[in-house]
T-cell receptor, first 116, second 113 residues
């Protein structure tokens, strides 16, 4: 497996501001993903963070709202822009060590975001 | 992926009993499945996975069963312990969703001492 850390672990933000969440992995990984987990619900994939190129977003998520960077094989950031209370969620990064279809995906501890 | 509803199914068991958590998936092209355990305030923890060329796989105290005919997945936990109390999610991948996971709605497992 991999050790995945996220910063911050939680934050309370004002409407209209932006927050950047960091995801750091202790080893080089092939694939990194960002998920959102709204209160009491399951996880929804936001995007795949691609190293050296633009992220691939899922339906319903756009780059202007959730810009993502992945400068190397161990680090990625997700920004939640122009926040509203509806953005209050847990944001999780995950990694797949070797890529491919049949490879375990491991999750970070999550960032709990509350927007007032 | 889709998130489903605000009210997760619940399962309450006594310590020492066996638990069975069920999951129905919708994509017939899915060929890889994972069960995760999520404790309060933590990220999902990988439990066990299974590929579609298998119908059963066993781990330590856990067994995953896959029925592709009816698109059903189950997680069996033997001798359930209070530390098993958590939300359990199934996730599927396959078809054109290379490496991406679609999560089920989750089940809250409560183990009573």
């Amino acid at each position: 497996s991999a050790v995945i850390s996220q910063k911050p672990s939680r934050d309370i933000c004002q409407r209209g501001t932006s927050l950047t969440i960091q995801c750091q992995v202790d080893s080089q990984v092939t694939m990194m993903f960002w998920y959102r987990q709204q209160p009491g619900q399951s996880l929804t994939l936001i995007a795949t963070a691609n190293q050296g190129s633009e992220a691939t977003y899922e339906s319903g998520f756009v780059i202007d709202k959730f810009p993502i960077s992945r400068p190397n094989l161990t680090f990625s950031t997700l920004t939640v822009s122009n926040m509203s209370p509806e953005d209050s969620s847990i944001y999780l990064c995950s990694v797949s060590l070797a890529g491919g279809l049949y490879n375990e995906q491991f999750f970070g501890p999550g960032t709990r975001l509350t927007v007032l | 992926g889709e998130s489903v509803g605000l009210h997760l199914p619940t399962l309450s068991v006594q310590e020492g009993d066996n638990s069975i958590i069920n999951c129905a998936y919708s994509n017939s092209a899915s060929d890889y499945f994972i069960w995760y355990k999520q404790e309060s305030g933590k990220g999902p923890q990988f439990i066990i996975d299974i590929r579609s060329n298998m119908d059963k796989r066993q781990g330590q105290r856990v067994t995953v069963l896959l029925n592709k005919t009816v698109k059903h997945l189950s997680l069996q936990i033997a001798a359930t312990q209070p530390g098993d109390s958590a939300v359990y999610f199934c996730a599927e991948s396959g078809g054109t969703s290379y490496g991406k996971l679609t999560f089920g709605q989750g089940t809250i497992l409560t183990v009573h001492p």
